[in-house]
């Protein structure tokens, strides 16, 4: 089991840059694709970047790519999301969520643990 804990929300302008932080428990880290989605209100959760357990592979929405960067650092168990060139529509809560099986793909429902969420808020 894992247990994850976002950091680095809050108020930016449009255009402006902010970095999220998960940080995850467990010796087990390693194993684990890694992703962030994000719910706006009234909407359903979408995905916006997902990195395999060995960082080899990223993947991301066609709304962020370009301006949004994932990461991860097996040895300190953290997953980071770098946000530049904010827009207003990417106002959300985001969830750092792990997939037992290891690929970081799209799919939410391949996502077993998540964490409690993050605000993001863009201002126009």
């Known amino acids: 089991q894992v247990q994850l804990v976002e950091s680095g929300g809050g108020l930016v302008q449009a255009g402006g840059f902010l970095r999220l932080s998960c940080a995850a428990s467990g010796r087990t880290f390693s194993i684990y694709g890694m992703a962030w989605f994000r719910q706006a209100p009234g909407k359903e959760r979408e995905f916006v970047a997902g990195i395999s357990r060995n960082g080899g592979s990223t993947y991301y929405a066609d709304s962020v790519k370009g301006r949004f960067t994932i990461s991860r650092d097996n040895a300190k168990n953290t997953v980071a999301l770098q946000m530049n060139s904010l827009k207003p529509e990417d106002t959300g809560v985001y969830y750092c969520?792990?997939?037992?099986w290891g690929s970081g793909t799209s799919s939410l429902t391949d996502y077993d643990y998540w964490g409690q969420g993050t605000q993001v808020t863009v201002s126009s």
């Open positions: 969520a792990a997939d037992r």
